[in-house]
């Protein structure tokens, strides 16, 4: 029996056609919703999202969050008006004094730096080492938490680092605060959409000469994948269309 190569073909195509509309419809209904990340402290709960345009990071701290790795570790440096750390996994069983900021996961990630995602307060992103990639962390994380910057401390910043900050990160730090001298040399990754009242709380706690609070402050993160719509109706974060 011959084959009409036409109608082959033709079904072939109508087929690709349908799967990349499926492909495509796929994509449509997962951008939809997105990942919300909840930090639970006995302070209370930081709420975070994470960015697309730094994918790798996204996608190691949601796989680690999801295992519990971050289940009972300890913010182990504070520094007020400046961040918070946490994410050593040899802070689970640390003994009080103990140093820590050393433990790590065994990988590192690929730096992922994108100009248009800075240092402002409430962004969470990737600690790191002296490695000349800037690879980050696999495991540390820090939250920025210091607060409005003067005229003459962004132009001490723009000093330390050697060139001029663009105008409109310029009118962000001085409105809500961050850390300029840190942008492009750490990748962030996410911010905070609820709950830097409690990052001040946990900032300003006491602390030992080596920056880890005087008393364990441990947390525990959740992921839930939530609709967008949702998250802007209890957070009010307002999502790129």
């Known amino acids: 029996m011959k084959i009409n190569i036409f109608r082959f073909l033709l079904f072939v195509f109508l087929l690709s056609i349908g799967q990349f509309a499926v492909a495509q419809e796929e994509r449509v209904k997962k951008s939809k919703k997105d990942f919300l990340i909840t930090i639970t402290t006995e302070f209370g709960n930081i709420y975070l999202l994470?960015?697309?345009?730094?994918?790798?990071?996204?996608?190691?701290?949601?796989?680690?969050?999801?295992?519990?790795?971050?289940?009972?570790?300890?913010?182990?440096?504070?520094?007020?008006?400046?961040?918070?750390?946490?994410?050593?996994?040899?802070?689970?069983?640390?003994?009080?004094?103990?140093?820590?900021?050393?433990?790590?996961v065994g990988y590192k990630i690929d730096?992922?730096?994108?100009?248009?995602?800075?240092?402002?307060?409430?962004?969470?992103?990737?600690?790191?080492?002296?490695?000349?990639?800037?690879?980050?962390?696999?495991?540390?994380?820090?939250?920025v938490q210091r607060k409005p910057l003067s005229e003459p401390e962004?132009?001490?910043?723009?000093?330390?680092?050697?060139?001029?900050?663009?105008?409109?990160?310029?009118?962000?730090?001085?409105?809500?605060?961050?850390?300029?001298?840190?942008?492009?040399?750490?990748?962030v990754f996410?911010?905070?959409?609820?709950?830097?009242?409690?990052v001040d709380k946990i900032a300003a706690t006491p602390k030992d000469p080596f920056d880890r609070p005087q008393k364990d402050i441990r947390m525990s993160i959740k992921v839930e994948e939530i609709r967008k719509k949702k998250i802007t109706k209890l957070f009010g974060y307002q999502f790129d269309k």
């Open 50 to 104: 994470l960015y697309d345009e730094t994918p790798k990071h996204k996608a190691n701290f949601i796989k680690l969050a999801k295992k519990g790795f971050y289940d009972s570790l300890l913010f182990h440096r504070v520094i007020d008006n400046f961040m918070i750390q946490g994410g050593d996994p040899n802070s689970k069983n640390a003994k009080a004094g103990e140093r820590l900021g050393n433990g790590d």
């Open 111 to 143: 730096a992922e730096f994108v100009p248009t995602i800075f240092h402002r307060r409430g962004v969470i992103a990737a600690a790191r080492d002296g490695n000349p990639q800037k690879a980050s962390s696999g495991c540390q994380f820090y939250i």
């Open 154 to 187: 962004i132009q001490q910043m723009e000093a330390r680092i050697g060139k001029p900050i663009p105008e409109n990160q310029k009118e962000v730090y001085r409105k809500i605060g961050g850390t300029p001298h840190l942008d492009m040399g750490y990748s």
């Open 190 to 198: 996410g911010e905070v959409i609820q709950g830097m009242e409690i």
